[in-house]
């Protein structure tokens, strides 16, 4: 069972992650695609190049729909919209986006409120 929390415990490294080298910026999602490679039932420890090439192509991808983005709103610049218009297409993407997108609205304005709760003493 710890094992298992282990794996799906990100958020718990992140103070640990800020103050990574560069060498280790390198293996950035690694730890991420380690897992979702394991819930779409893979090994739990898969093979090294196996996150090599998974890594490869969601950098791959990233970085492509980012110059795209760069070219499809004012020029230089990318700004959010840039990434729905491309994406439009793709029901499942697009969704997801903007899933995740009212998702972080909420928690901001949850974080808000609970920010402006006075603690009573």
Not at 58 to 78: R, S
Not at 91 to 110: C, I, N, T
């Amino acid at each position: 069972m710890d094992d298992d929390e282990d794996l799906f415990a990100s958020d718990v490294d992140e103070d640990k992650e800020k103050n990574v080298n560069p060498e280790d910026k390198k293996h950035a999602l690694r730890r991420d695609l380690r897992t979702m490679v394991y819930g779409f039932g893979d090994d739990k420890e898969p093979y090294d190049k196996t996150l090599d090439v998974l890594e490869a192509i969601v950098l791959n991808y990233i970085k492509e729909l980012c110059q795209l983005a760069m070219k499809v709103g004012k020029p230089d610049k990318m700004a959010l919209e840039d990434i729905h218009y491309l994406i439009r297409r793709d029901s499942k993407k697009f969704s997801r986006v903007k899933d995740l997108l009212s998702m972080s609205e909420e928690l901001k304005k949850a974080r808000k409120q609970f920010d402006e709760v006075k603690p009573i003493l």
